[in-house]
């Protein structure tokens, strides 16, 4: 079982957005900026899309936003597109001597 | 660009010692002020961080996997290894590498992961 709690799966429609969740503790996401989101296309080298809560990469699309509020993380995609079609992960630093951990991914799917 | 590249043992038996090597392009690793590290994801299950090492050779790995994983550098083949010891079915999964600037807990670039299965 991961840290990190994601729903297993979501899905929405080209142009809709939808929010993928990560739930955490005090301890990690409730304590410290330091949650990011990963994109994973399946057989390719997951991909940072969101770090410290909010920030992008440079390059990355501005239809990928995050968010915190609690112990409860958020990333939402904005007009969806067939592309974004993939894995999803969120991560945190954790104040216990794990240093790191991850939520268990969720499988969006675009209809 | 960065590139990373992990390689190594595909298949493990019960017991043995799992090996694999990351491979750095576009960068060098002697040149400091990042963390490199091990991340795995078992079948059907989430991403489990494994540890890092910094270019100096400090490690630090996680609790639950410390007994028996060693990180180590190698500064003149620009590459970084993982040894897994006393492996078990459970130690089955993708193993990836990725790289970490300095006190930022963020994993800006991964490898595409090389799958590691446990069985006799």
């Known amino acids: 079982q991961s840290a990190l709690t994601q729903p297993a799966s979501v899905s929405g429609s080209p142009g809709q957005s939808i929010t993928i969740s990560c739930t955490g503790t005090s301890s990690d996401i409730g304590g410290y900026n330091y949650v990011s989101w990963y994109q994973h296309h399946p057989g390719k080298a997951p991909k940072l899309m969101i770090y410290?809560?909010?920030n992008r990469p440079s390059g990355f699309s501005h239809r990928f936003s995050g968010s915190k509020s609690g112990n409860t993380a958020s990333l939402t995609i904005s007009g969806l597109q067939a592309e974004d079609e993939a894995d999803y992960y969120c991560s945190s630093y954790t104040s216990s001597s794990t240093l790191w951990v991850f939520g268990g991914g969720t499988k969006l799917t675009v209809l | 660009q960065l590139h990373l590249q992990e390689s190594g043992s595909g298949l493990v038996k019960p017991s043995q010692t799992l090996s694999l090597t990351c491979a750095v392009s576009?960068?060098?690793?002697?040149?400091?002020?990042?963390?490199w590290s091990w991340i795995r994801q078992p079948p059907g299950k989430g991403l489990e961080w494994i540890g890092y090492i910094y270019h100096s050779g400090s490690t630090y790995s996680n609790p639950s996997l410390r007994s028996r994983v060693t990180i180590s550098v190698d500064r003149s083949k620009n590459q970084f290894s993982l040894k897994l010891t006393s492996v078990t079915a459970a130690d089955t999964a993708v193993y990836y590498c990725?790289?970490?600037?300095?006190?930022?807990?963020?994993?800006?670039?991964w490898g595409q992961g090389t799958l590691v299965t446990v069985s006799s």
């Open positions: 990725a790289r970490s600037e300095l006190g930022r807990y963020l994993l800006e670039f």
């Open positions: 576009g960068a060098s690793i002697s040149s400091g002020g990042y963390s």
């Open positions: 410290e809560v909010s």
